[in-house]
């Protein structure tokens, strides 16, 4: 098997993570979940909190993965895909950095893919995992209903644990702000990270020199322990991402090529679960291929199993996305959310 990343190093691409019980357990299903957990923090409930920080509400966070897994784990994304990177070396995935897809060709007895390092491959099939801004299918499925921008945008910081008020592990801890929302988490013995979602139109590119004087302003508001992290964060590790969310139109493949992953659905953060999504895609359809004897019908079977589920988290993502930008009448996201896990502790 070859995997082409368009990064240098995968190990340090993107911001920190939530992985919730759900994506534990198909974690698990590849014999990683118990690395993971290791390399990231326990999260055991979500705290809801008011602009100052007062405590509101404390949520226990659901479990539906095996005995001896926490509910959730905080993680950073350099340890989360140095797990996923070592395990897939180790069951003899070769990789190459810096290459992309350049083209994709049928042939009689596979598909044809020609790399943007010159290499030019047959394979049996083609798994377009490659993001929102997908080459695999802009190539391969050029008249696809594309990705939209959600009318937000995030921040993110690092802050260190240490100092004079040390941040709590153990929970995800959300603000709501006249203006914005906020949130932060513990992902390691060194750093806990602060986001905050962003009711805007879509930017142009910003100069980095001015993230972080604009971060802490968007932040003033806050007090508690997101209004000490503010005064924290840490230089050189702020990021702003515009939001996009997208369910690709059926189907999602076409001969030996399919699309997974955000590739094929675009999720806003709201229910904090789009890496879930794209891991069971994974999953999934690794497990559909083992017992395959029909490539298409697998794959029909394939994008019939995971559509609705995918379409559920991104509808349900998107209209707390709506809500927190005053737009679809009376908010309901809590229980929004609670619907949404409930469904998603159902198997993948």
Same mark, same amino acid.
């Given at each position: 098997?070859?995997? /082409?990343?368009?990064?240098?190093?995968?190990?340090?691409?993107?911001?920190?993570? #939530?992985? %919730?019980?759900?994506?534990?357990?198909?974690?698990?299903?590849?014999?990683?979940?118990?690395?993971?957990?290791?390399?990231?923090?326990?999260?055991?409930?979500?705290?809801?909190?008011?602009?100052?920080? &007062?405590?509101?509400? +404390? /949520?226990?966070?659901? %479990?539906?993965?095996?005995?001896?897994?926490?509910?959730?784990?905080?993680? &950073?994304?350099?340890?989360?895909?140095?797990?996923?990177?070592?395990?897939?070396?180790?069951?003899?995935?070769?990789?190459? *950095?810096?290459? &992309?897809?350049?083209?994709? %060709?049928?042939?009689? =007895?596979?598909?044809?893919?020609?790399?943007?390092?010159?290499?030019?491959?047959?394979?049996?099939?083609?798994?377009?995992? @490659?993001?929102?801004?997908?080459? /695999?299918?802009? #190539?391969?499925?050029?008249?696809?209903?594309?990705? !939209?921008?959600?009318?937000?945008?995030?921040?993110?910081?690092? /802050?260190?644990?240490?100092?004079?008020?040390?941040?709590?592990?153990?929970?995800?801890?959300?603000?709501?702000?006249? =203006?914005?929302?906020?949130?932060?988490?513990?992902? =390691?013995?060194?750093?806990?990270?602060?986001?905050?979602?962003?009711? !805007?139109?879509?930017?142009?590119?910003?100069?980095?020199?001015?993230?972080?004087?604009?971060?802490?302003?968007?932040?003033?508001?806050?007090?508690?322990?997101?209004?000490?992290?503010?005064?924290?964060?840490?230089?050189?590790?702020?990021? #702003?991402?515009?939001?996009? *969310?997208?369910?690709?139109?059926?189907?999602?493949?076409?001969?030996?090529?399919?699309?997974?992953?955000?590739?094929? *659905?675009?999720?806003?953060?709201?229910?904090?679960?789009?890496?879930?999504?794209?891991?069971?895609?994974?999953?999934?359809?690794?497990?559909?291929?083992?017992?395959?004897? @029909?490539?298409?019908?697998?794959?029909?079977?394939?994008?019939?199993?995971?559509?609705?589920?995918?379409?559920?988290?991104?509808? +349900? %993502? &998107?209209?707390?996305?709506?809500? !927190?930008?005053?737009? @679809?009448?009376?908010?309901?996201?809590?229980?929004?959310? =609670?619907?949404?896990?409930?469904?998603?502790?159902?198997?993948?």
């Amino acid at each position: 098997m070859d995997v /082409v990343e368009l990064a240098l190093d995968v190990r340090i691409l993107g911001s920190e993570l #939530l992985l %919730s019980s759900p994506n534990l357990r198909a974690l698990d299903a590849i014999g990683v979940a118990d690395d993971v957990v290791a390399a990231g923090v326990p999260i055991s409930s979500v705290q809801f909190h008011t602009a100052d920080g &007062t405590e509101i509400a +404390n /949520v226990p966070t659901p %479990s539906v993965a095996r005995e001896g897994l926490p509910p959730a784990v905080g993680i &950073t994304r350099h340890a989360f895909y140095g797990q996923l990177y070592d395990a897939a070396v180790a069951a003899g995935a070769k990789i190459a *950095h810096e290459t &992309t897809v350049q083209e994709i %060709s049928d042939a009689d =007895n596979g598909v044809e893919v020609r790399l943007t390092d010159g290499r030019v491959s047959l394979y049996d099939l083609v798994v377009g995992a @490659d993001g929102w801004a997908s080459t /695999v299918r802009k #190539l391969r499925f050029p008249k696809a209903n594309l990705p !939209q921008y959600a009318g937000q945008c995030v921040w993110r910081g690092r /802050v260190p644990r240490n100092g004079e008020r040390p941040l709590k592990e153990g929970s995800l801890r959300g603000y709501a702000g006249a =203006n914005h929302s906020a949130g932060l988490i513990t992902v =390691n013995d060194k750093h806990s990270y602060i986001f905050c979602l962003v009711s !805007q139109p879509k930017p142009d590119r910003l100069d980095e020199s001015t993230f972080m004087d604009t971060f802490k302003g968007l932040l003033e508001e806050f007090g508690g322990e997101a209004g000490w992290a503010r005064d924290n964060l840490e230089e050189g590790t702020i990021s #702003l991402a515009a939001l996009h *969310h997208h369910v690709m139109d059926k189907p999602w493949h076409d001969g030996r090529v399919i699309l997974i992953g955000d590739a094929a *659905h675009t999720t806003t953060p709201h229910i904090g679960y789009g890496a879930g999504l794209a891991v069971e895609d994974a999953v999934v359809l690794g497990e559909m291929l083992g017992s395959s004897e @029909d490539l298409a019908a697998t794959l029909d079977e394939f994008v019939a199993r995971r559509y609705e589920r995918c379409k559920l988290v991104v509808d +349900n %993502s &998107t209209q707390i996305s709506r809500w !927190q930008q005053g737009l @679809d009448g009376e908010p309901a996201q809590a229980e929004l959310t =609670n619907q949404t896990w409930t469904a998603l502790a159902e198997p993948m």
